[in-house]
């Protein structure tokens, strides 16, 4: 008989598990990784050598000497403002694609479809600079120059790149990866490229596009801006040359 005295057992502490949910397990409370910057700075040296190599393997300057369809209409103009700004990524010669412009739609129609494609391939190499190469390079900008040149893209973005591309003595691909980098906008980046890149691309799409009469005066005014504006930064080049390297002597 049980003891009147004794506490009364309580309920019964439920099993592990029984009628409740099992919960997350630690795989499943973390976030899914990016990949990390490195990995994806690889990838984009492997992307741009796989670019490269094509090029060299293909000559693209052998489009000089092809003959050229006559193509027209607005679904031509766009589908080689396409094809442009893909060749333009994978690094093929511009003066290239603005000459061939030329020799396929004339100068106004040329020049709108490389001006396009310009914008086009820019914005491919820009955001591929971004999106793969920007986390991992930004830590390593500790020089002087490397600071300097970043406070000023980043600062002073549209001034910054109208300047770049005006400047014909520039690498195209470079100042786009460059600009990527840093922390400039998209849109003062792609405003500027139009803007600066229009210039020296209409010059050579009107040359591609009176190649057939080399005495004309269209040609000649063409090719003469092409040769003043190449001998100008020739000449700020050697100009800054003295003076940058004085200041890379300085201890």
Same mark, same amino acid.
């Given at each position: 008989? #049980?003891?009147?005295?004794?506490?009364?057992?309580?309920? +019964?502490?439920?099993?592990?598990?029984?009628?409740?949910? #099992?919960?997350?397990?630690?795989?499943?409370?973390? !976030? *899914?990784? %990016? !990949?990390?910057?490195?990995? *994806?700075?690889?990838?984009? &040296?492997?992307?741009?050598?796989?670019?490269?190599?094509?090029?060299?393997?293909?000559?693209?300057?052998?489009?000089?000497?092809?003959?050229? !369809?006559?193509?027209?209409?607005?679904?031509?103009?766009?589908?080689?403002?396409?094809?442009?700004? &893909?060749?333009?990524?994978?690094?093929?010669?511009?003066?290239?694609?603005?000459?061939?412009?030329?020799?396929?739609?004339?100068?106004?129609?040329?020049?709108?479809?490389? &001006? &396009?494609?310009?914008?086009?391939?820019?914005?491919?190499?820009?955001? @591929?600079?971004?999106?793969?190469?920007? =986390?991992?390079? *930004?830590?390593? @900008?500790?020089?002087?120059?490397? *600071?300097?040149? =970043?406070?000023?893209?980043?600062?002073?973005?549209? %001034?910054?790149?109208?300047?770049?591309?005006?400047? !014909?003595?520039?690498?195209?691909?470079?100042?786009?990866?460059?600009?990527?980098?840093?922390?400039?906008?998209?849109?003062?980046?792609?405003?500027?490229?139009?803007?600066?890149?229009?210039?020296?691309?209409?010059?050579?799409?009107?040359?591609?596009?009176?190649? $057939?009469?080399?005495?004309?005066?269209?040609?000649?005014?063409? $090719? +003469?801006?092409?040769?003043? $504006?190449?001998?100008?930064?020739?000449?700020?080049?050697?100009?800054?040359?003295?003076?940058?390297?004085?200041?890379?002597?300085?201890?």
């Amino acid at each position: 008989m #049980p003891d009147p005295a004794a506490p009364s057992p309580g309920p +019964a502490a439920p099993r592990p598990g029984a009628g409740t949910c #099992p919960g997350p397990g630690p795989a499943e409370r973390r !976030p *899914r990784a %990016r !990949p990390s910057a490195w990995f *994806r700075l690889g990838l984009l &040296v492997a992307l741009l050598a796989a670019a490269a190599a094509t090029v060299l393997a293909l000559h693209p300057e052998r489009l000089l000497t092809s003959d050229w !369809p006559q193509l027209s209409g607005g679904a031509a103009v766009v589908l080689f403002s396409a094809a442009y700004g &893909v060749c333009t990524a994978a690094f093929v010669p511009r003066p290239i694609l603005n000459i061939a412009a030329g020799a396929l739609f004339g100068a106004p129609a040329g020049t709108a479809a490389a &001006v &396009v494609g310009t914008v086009l391939g820019s914005a491919a190499s820009f955001g @591929l600079g971004r999106l793969l190469g920007q =986390d991992a390079l *930004r830590p390593l @900008l500790r020089g002087k120059w490397l *600071r300097a040149a =970043d406070r000023q893209l980043s600062r002073h973005a549209f %001034r910054s790149m109208m300047a770049v591309r005006l400047f !014909p003595g520039v690498p195209f691909a470079a100042a786009n990866y460059c600009a990527a980098v840093s922390r400039m906008r998209w849109t003062p980046f792609l405003l500027a490229t139009a803007l600066g890149s229009a210039p020296a691309t209409a010059a050579y799409v009107i040359a591609g596009s009176h190649a $057939t009469a080399p005495t004309s005066p269209a040609f000649l005014g063409a $090719t +003469a801006f092409i040769a003043v $504006t190449g001998l100008a930064a020739v000449i700020v080049a050697w100009r800054k040359k003295g003076p940058a390297a004085r200041r890379l002597s300085r201890p």
